[in-house]
């Protein structure tokens, strides 16, 4: 408890990606990418619970499998209402503040949760967010919202758009909810970089800064992932034609 708050991450993964199916199980210096992630996000101070957030397909058996081989917790619920199923997940697991976080960011660094956190109680916010105005790279993004926010927000939209992106919602509607972002230091500081896992190129970029970087510390920051990467311009240009979706494309 921190706060006096169950603080609960949700973690929204599934096999069936279009882009590259499977994604999240792909090695990354021999593990499985969520392996990864949730293996640095374990580490959090503040964490009550990691919720996996995957659906009811027998395609995600696999990531059930992965969470009670973690020792972490599951939720299965629907593929496209992804707001019902981290909202549902928050609520199963009697979350008070949900840190909603995505599969495909498995570099993730528990220190961006914990700032997350404390940013959000500090600021007493509804929302406090790392990427409404983006200054950290792709693939760090940390949402920190209270369950009760969420269920509300259930009940006042069934935009297909509101139900896939589970925060849209609130922080696109800013005269409704009180938002906070907070900024990566100039050792962080690294928006021209894509380290989220979306395609091809992406995986063979996310798998050579763990190869090197867990050489150094199996530990190592958000701050050593744009360090390496303003280091080695080569790097960069791995991933750089792989465009971001956009939010209405789903």
């Known amino acids: 408890m921190y706060q006096n708050k169950k603080i609960v991450v949700t973690i929204e993964a599934r096999m069936t990606s279009s882009r590259l199916p499977g994604k999240v199980l792909l090695p990354l ?68 503040i949900i840190v909603e976080l995505t599969g495909d960011c498995p570099l993730m660094d528990w220190r961006l949760v914990d700032r997350g956190i404390e940013d959000f109680f500090e600021t007493g916010v509804d929302y406090s967010a790392n990427d409404i105005k983006m200054t950290f790279p792709i693939g760090f993004d940390v949402q920190v919202f209270p369950t009760d926010i969420l269920a509300k927000v259930s009940d006042l939209t069934q935009d297909p758009i509101d139900r896939v992106h589970v925060s849209y919602y609130i922080y696109s509607h800013p005269e409704k909810f009180k ?61 750089q034609y792989v465009r971001q979706k956009d939010i209405q494309e789903g």
Not at 60 to 79: F, H, P, Q, T, W
Not at 193 to 217: C, G, H, P
Request: with cysteine; hydrophobic share 40%; aromatic share 6%.
């Open 179 to 239: 938002l906070h972002n907070w900024e990566a230091g100039e050792d962080s500081y690294g928006p021209e970089f894509r380290a989220t896992l979306d395609e091809q190129s992406d995986y063979e970029l996310i798998n050579i800064i763990f190869e090197r970087l867990l050489m150094v510390d199996e530990d190592f920051t958000a701050s050593d992932v744009v360090d390496l990467m303003r280091k080695n311009s080569d790097l960069a240009k791995i991933n």
């Open 29 to 96: 210096a021999g593990k499985p990418a969520l392996e990864r992630m949730i293996e640095r996000v374990k580490r959090s101070r503040y964490v009550d619970d990691i919720v996996v957030a995957t659906t009811i397909n027998s395609a995600d058996d696999c990531l059930e499998d992965l969470a009670n081989k973690m020792g972490v917790k599951c939720y299965r619920g629907s593929e496209l209402d992804v707001l019902d199923r981290v909202l549902k997940a928050a609520q199963k697991f009697s979350a008070d």
